[in-house]
T-cell receptor, first 111, second 113 residues
Framework: DAKTTQPPSMDCAEGRAANLPCNHS???????VYWYRQIHSQGPQYIIH???NNETNEMASLIITEDRKSSTLILPHATLRDTAVYYC????????????FGTGTSLTVIP | SQTIHQWPATLVQPVGSPLSLECTVE??????LYWYRQAAGRGLQLLFY??????ISSEVPQNLSASRPQDRQFILSSKKLLLSDSGFYLC????????????FGNGTRLTVT
């Protein structure tokens, strides 16, 4: 079962930063936070993951609060191609632990 | 680099017919393999996962089964399809153990008529 809570939808103006929140208040010490996105009719695409430190890659930044109970995915300069459903997942590193997807946030980037 | 292949891309099958969807991964050894299903407008539901040849775990009791005859091959099957089996089926893989992310194939859109 999904252990995260995300807003069902968000809008963002093209060129502005998109900040997608995720609540994972019951996260355990060995659970990582992963973010994926799914463009319509395609398989989900991995974006970024982290444990407790903030992470950045060529796609996005991940900000995890100090208590690790929530995180924010930041797309620094949203484009129309960033319109997608974004999923936040928590998963422990132990073998046998699975990736459970919730319903995600539908992000619409507006021209 | 690793790649995942899933076929066919689309499939239309009558109720009561059998199903076989295949997924293969290249460029890695002993991956964990997964089958997910996504009903129209819904989230992803984990159906099966496998940590090795012949090892299958089922998440949801249903009309489907999975098999892993080779290290990098994962097959989703049904003997008799139901209308409710319609959906978007996704195969995925990750490195066995550790924190490596899940990587998905392009999916198969199945319509049962």
């Amino acid at each position: 079962d999904a252990k995260t809570t995300q807003p069902p939808s968000m809008d963002c103006a093209e060129g502005r930063a998109a900040n997608l929140p995720c609540n994972h208040s019951t996260i355990s010490g060995n659970e990582y936070v992963y973010w994926y996105r799914q463009i319509h009719s395609q398989g989900p695409q991995y974006i970024i993951h982290g444990l407790k430190n903030n992470e950045t890659n060529e796609m996005a930044s991940l900000i995890i609060t100090e208590d690790r109970k929530s995180s924010t995915l930041i797309l620094p300069h949203a484009t129309l191609r960033d319109t997608a459903v974004y999923y936040c997942i928590v998963r422990a590193s132990n073998t046998g632990n699975q990736f459970y997807f919730g319903t995600g946030t539908s992000l619409t980037v507006i021209p | 680099s690793q790649t995942i292949h899933q076929w066919p891309a689309t499939l239309v099958q009558p109720v009561g017919s059998p199903l076989s969807l295949e997924c293969t991964v290249e460029g890695t050894s002993n991956p964990n393999l997964y089958w997910y299903r996504q009903a129209a407008g819904r989230g992803l539901q984990l159906l099966f996962y496998s940590v090795g040849i012949g090892q299958i775990s089922s998440e949801v009791p249903q009309n489907l089964s999975a098999s892993r005859p080779q290290d990098r091959q994962f097959i989703l099957s049904s003997k008799k399809l139901l209308l409710s089996d319609s959906g978007f089926y996704l195969c995925a893989w990750t490195e066995g153990g550790g924190v490596s992310p899940l990587h998905f194939g392009n999916g198969t859109r199945l319509t049962v008529t």
